[in-house]
C-alpha cells in the first residue's frame, strides 16, 4: 500500500492572523485542493494531520473512504510533531508514504513519482535508496515519497523540521525524480501568493 501524510496543523504564522488552508483558490480552500490531488492519484491511503484550528479544517474535508482524519497535540512545536503524529497511523500494509504540505495546491505529479519507485524498485534494493524526491533542475521539491525503511528513521526527529532536514541527514538514500515544471510545486505562505 502507498499511503500520504497531508500536513495541515500549521499556524500560517505569515498570513497575518488568516488561516492559509482556508483561503480559496478560484473557489475552492487551499486544503481541498492540495487534497483532491492526491485523490485523483493512485495512493491508497491518505492521512491528514490536523492541529490549528481543527474544526474549521476538518469540516472543508469532504467524507471518503481513503481518508483517516488525526490530530496533533503538540502542533504548536513544528513540522516534525505533525510528521510523527501521521507516521503512527500508517496502515500496516503500508510500504512507502509522501510527506504531502497541505499548503501546496498544484503538486499532482503523484503518480509520476510512484511510477519511477515501482520502476525502479530493484536499483531501490541494489543500491539501498529509500527517499524519492522531484527535482527540477536539479532543485529539489516536494512531495518526497519515503520507503518504509525510514519510519523508525523519521520517528527521532524533534522540532520545526520538515522533509529537507531528513534529506541533509540521508543524502546516500535519496534518488532524484526528474519533474519538467517546479511550477507545479508552488506552495502557498503569504497574502502575496494568494494575489499572484
Excluded: W
Aim: aromatic share 8%; net charge positive; hydrophobic share 40%.
Amino acid at each position: 500500500m502507498i499511503s500520504a501524510i497531508l500536513l495541515a496543523a500549521g499556524q500560517s504564522k505569515r498570513m497575518h492572523g488568516e488561516n492559509k488552508l482556508t483561503k480559496k483558490i478560484n473557489g475552492v480552500s487551499l486544503i481541498k485542493h492540495s487534497l483532491q490531488n492526491i485523490l485523483n492519484s493512485s495512493i491508497q491511503e491518505i492521512i491528514i494531520v490536523l492541529g490549528n484550528e481543527k474544526e474549521i479544517i476538518e469540516k472543508l474535508i469532504d467524507k471518503n473512504n481513503k481518508i483517516k482524519i488525526v490530530f496533533n497535540n503538540n502542533f504548536k512545536k513544528g513540522m516534525s510533531s505533525s510528521i510523527k503524529t501521521g507516521l503512527k497511523f500508517l496502515s500496516k500494509e503500508t510500504h512507502a508514504f509522501f510527506i504531502c504540505l497541505g499548503d501546496m495546491p498544484t503538486v499532482n505529479y503523484y503518480d509520476r513519482i510512484l511510477s519511477f519507485y515501482n520502476s525502479n524498485l530493484e536499483l531501490k534494493k541494489k543500491n539501498k535508496k529509500d527517499i524519492f524526491v522531484p527535482t527540477y533542475k536539479n532543485i529539489q521539491t516536494n512531495p518526497i515519497l519515503f520507503n518504509i525503511s525510514m519510519k523508525e528513521k523519521i520517528m527521532t526527529l524533534e522540532g520545526d523540521i520538515g522533509a529537507k532536514e531528513i534529506l541533509e541527514l540521508n543524502k546516500d538514500k535519496i534518488l532524484n525524480v526528474n519533474i519538467n515544471d517546479l511550477g507545479l510545486a508552488k506552495d502557498f505562505d503569504t497574502p502575496d501568493d494568494f494575489n499572484s
